[in-house]
């Protein structure tokens, strides 16, 4: 997929999103109906019991689809910008990326950044919720959060050159 530019990453998302929907039983095409929510999460209008959810970036494209509420994120781990990490994570989360071997540091990054936007994806919020709020802590491969409701599950992938995070909450919420 290298090579694609960011529009056929975009289609090929979707590709993959009509294969997981076929498993379902579900035909998706440009044309199926889709609902938007109050900040614009896309869901199937005849279908309000799927969630599915899209990611894409340069190099990768991840599709997920659920019974429950989902967010998917994924990224290509390069470097970070440090004005990002001041904005977005949370004093403990800072800390853990500064004393972090260099080496580690853009991975430990990109680590958490999925995470926060899989779950502000999850929950249709988008980056208007406080991302510092959503916080992360990992502990080997384990990852700890105070976050209730919430499933989350991350896969590091080409020797640590992708990761792709995943949130499914438990409960519903008003769309």
Same mark, same amino acid.
């Given at each position: 997929?290298?090579?694609?530019?960011?529009?056929?990453?975009?289609?090929?998302?979707?590709?993959?999103?009509?294969?997981?929907?076929?498993?379902?039983?579900?035909?998706?095409?440009?044309?199926?109906?889709?609902?938007?929510?109050?900040?614009?999460?896309?869901?199937?209008?005849?279908?309000?019991?799927?969630?599915?959810?899209?990611?894409? /970036? &340069?190099?990768?494209?991840?599709?997920?689809?659920?019974?429950? !509420?989902?967010? %998917? #994120?994924?990224?290509?781990? +390069?470097?970070?910008?440090?004005?990002?990490?001041?904005?977005?994570?949370?004093?403990?989360?800072?800390?853990?990326?500064?004393?972090?071997?260099?080496?580690?540091?853009?991975?430990?990054?990109?680590?958490?950044?999925?995470?926060?936007?899989?779950?502000?994806?999850?929950?249709?919020?988008?980056?208007?919720?406080?991302? /510092? &709020?959503?916080?992360?802590?990992?502990?080997?491969?384990?990852? !700890?959060?105070? %976050? #209730?409701?919430?499933?989350? +599950?991350?896969?590091?992938?080409?020797?640590?050159?992708?990761?792709?995070?995943?949130?499914?909450?438990?409960?519903?919420?008003?769309?």
């Amino acid at each position: 997929m290298i090579g694609l530019d960011k529009r056929e990453f975009h289609s090929h998302a979707h590709k993959m999103l009509r294969e997981c929907l076929r498993n379902k039983k579900i035909e998706y095409s440009e044309a199926t109906p889709v609902t938007k929510g109050r900040l614009g999460k896309p869901s199937l209008t005849e279908h309000p019991d799927v969630h599915y959810n899209i990611s894409h /970036a &340069d190099g990768i494209a991840a599709c997920m689809v659920s019974d429950l !509420e989902c967010g %998917i #994120d994924c990224e290509n781990v +390069r470097d970070f910008r440090p004005n990002v990490m001041k904005r977005a994570f949370s004093a403990k989360e800072r800390e853990m990326v500064e004393k972090a071997p260099e080496s580690e540091r853009n991975l430990l990054f990109f680590r958490l950044w999925t995470l926060k936007e899989a779950y502000v994806k999850a929950l249709g919020t988008g980056i208007s919720y406080p991302l /510092a &709020d959503a916080e992360f802590i990992f502990d080997g491969d384990n990852i !700890e959060t105070d %976050i #209730d409701n919430c499933y989350f +599950r991350q896969y590091i992938l080409k020797n640590g050159r992708y990761v792709v995070s995943i949130c499914e909450i438990k409960r519903k919420f008003p769309r």
